[in-house]
């Protein structure tokens, strides 16, 4: 698979830099990848208007007319899967980066290594997004991509899937953990946890995106803390 990387950055020596370092991961992960620089949140927008697939934006955040903060909501509405990382010189924006659910922050002078670490990680996010989970729920058979999915529940004898909808399956718990991936996570007998939707993890309980609160049980807390570590 060839992945379609744009870079936005109104300072062109910049984009220049962040050209460089992805060719290099490019070359040394034995990835293709199709790569174009923008100099404005306006140009991106212009060409996104016409072609939406792109899989990974290098996003500085102060820009001209249009910020990259402005310019990542824009997209946001409507396209969940595009990998955003902000590359800036001022880190009083990390709030905003949570906000459009930015795969990471990159400060200015950007770390060769980190940003190529950060695009391995855009990668793997990518190649989890394609993966879903098959079940039959009312009848029907439901594919449900992996990374819709918020959290499952047992009660009583079935399972429910809380994805935009909620799905009732008549399956164990441990049948359906088995087909999902390292992005999830068993927080006790009743609960597993999509960790990209978790947004704060206290000892008693988690607390989601969605402000859905989950009981963590004794002596998960630590294991759970390290899980998002990794996962992050």
């Excluded at 980190?114 to 394609?130: F, G, H, P, T, Y």
């Excluded at 607390?207 to 989950?214: E, F, K, P």
Aim: hydrophobic content about 40%; charged content about 30%; proline content about 3%.
């Amino acid at each position: 698979m060839k992945y379609r990387i744009a870079i936005c950055d109104d300072v062109s020596a910049d984009a220049n830099y962040l050209c460089g370092i992805v060719k290099t991961w490019a070359q040394k992960s034995n990835v293709a990848v199709e790569l174009k620089t923008f100099p404005s949140a306006e140009a991106f927008l212009f060409a996104y208007a016409e072609d939406k697939l792109w899989h990974i934006l290098l996003l500085d955040v102060e820009m001209g007319k249009t910020s990259g903060v402005e310019l990542a909501k824009t997209v946001r509405r409507k396209n969940k899967e595009l990998q955003i990382v902000f590359v800036t010189g001022y880190s009083d924006y990390l709030s905003d980066g949570y906000d459009v659910e930015a795969l990471h922050y990159l400060v200015k002078p950007v770390s060769g290594e980190k940003l190529m670490a950060v695009l391995d990680r855009a990668v793997q996010k990518l190649i989890r997004s394609e993966r879903a989970l098959f079940f039959d729920a009312h009848g029907e058979a439901v594919r449900l991509p992996l990374r819709e999915i918020r959290y499952l529940e047992v009660r009583q004898n079935y399972v429910t899937i809380y994805a935009g909808q909620e799905y009732v399956v008549k399956k164990t718990l441990g049948e359906l953990e088995k087909e999902l991936d390292s992005g999830f996570f068993r927080t006790g007998r009743s609960f597993v946890v999509n960790l990209s939707y978790i947004r704060k993890i206290t000892k008693p309980e988690v607390l989601l995106s969605d402000d859905t609160v989950i009981p963590l049980p004794r002596g998960m807390y630590e294991a759970l803390n390290r899980a998002m570590i990794r996962h992050f």
